[in-house]
């Protein structure tokens, strides 16, 4: 077999986000230029001897350029909510079915009731104390799932010098100090929830601070759109819709670019067919689908 490493990158780090990947300027030629950029890009690889080349969470001109230019169309889910304009979190319960309305009214108290409070922490707020905190919950996700947290502690002190009126840290405190809380980014009109951690476990927390807390905070700031990552029908039930992101792939060699080809379109298909499973599936009254 070949190897699949080294590979090459073209992406946001640490916080995917859709948008422009084939950087142009507007103009009369910003079609030609974005051609030129997706050649270009499959020279590099080719040039450097690497497998592949992974354009990821890319916008959809540059999606259609790279697949005129060779590059394979991969297509996941990620689940959203949208905020129509609700003045409350009671205005969007309103938009649910009675009976899925009543379970997260329920699922809300409960997930408070060991004496559980919420901070939200933005700009000034957000102290090198609570760093502490939210780091010590970043490394225990790490550790339970078996992964290798990437980010060491001086990273989140930059991110809290340099853009801290960006950041959202939601933080459920219990006895006067944290055990859990979740790290989100603010953009102009969205809330992109990115890694949760805790050190005491409390049913349904998880969902209160990543989940139901960013959707407060969405509708208290006037943001359209809260991004709560990859994965996780269990936010179907929550309010979060599913949506359809996209990639493209250069994989060098022919006979491992036919198989992924072929792969690719099945899994298609299938994002597709769970995409209208799931639409089906959303807890809004009816009356609001039609």
């Not at 992109?192 to 409390?202: K, L, P, T, V």
């Amino acid at each position: 077999g070949g190897r699949y490493y080294p590979k090459l990158q073209c992406s946001v780090p640490f916080t995917p986000v859709t948008g422009p990947r084939l950087l142009v300027s507007r103009g009369e030629d910003e079609g030609a230029v974005r051609a030129g950029l997706a050649a270009g890009l499959k020279l590099v690889t080719d040039k450097l001897g690497v497998s592949s080349a992974h354009v990821t969470f890319a916008a959809e001109p540059d999606i259609a350029t790279l697949e005129a230019a060779g590059f394979l169309h991969r297509t996941d889910q990620q689940f959203h909510f949208f905020n129509e304009g609700f003045s409350s979190y009671d205005d969007f319960l309103a938009t649910l079915a009675s009976r899925k309305r009543k379970a997260m009214k329920k699922e809300r108290r409960e997930a408070l009731a060991d004496g559980i409070s919420i901070d939200w922490l933005t700009g000034r707020d957000i102290t090198e104390r609570a760093w502490d905190d939210f780091f010590a919950f970043y490394m225990d996700t790490g550790g339970r799932k078996w992964g290798r947290p990437y980010l060491n502690r001086q990273f989140f002190s930059l991110i809290g010098e340099r853009m801290a009126e960006d950041i959202l840290l939601v933080m459920a405190k219990r006895n006067g100090r944290h055990v859990a809380g979740a790290i989100n980014f603010i953009g102009s009109d969205a809330l992109y929830g990115r890694n949760w951690g805790c050190i005491e476990d409390h049913p349904f927390l998880h969902f209160e601070v990543c989940y139901h807390q960013a959707i407060d905070f969405a509708i208290e700031r006037k943001l359209k759109v809260v991004e709560a990552g990859a994965q996780g029908e269990h936010k179907l039930a929550r309010g979060y819709q599913p949506v359809t992101m996209h990639s493209a792939h250069y994989i060098a060699h022919p006979g491992l670019r036919n198989a992924v080809a072929d792969y690719l379109r099945r899994e298609r298909r299938e994002v597709e067919r769970m995409g209208e499973y799931l639409e089906e599936h959303t807890p809004f009254r009816k009356d609001l689908k039609e």
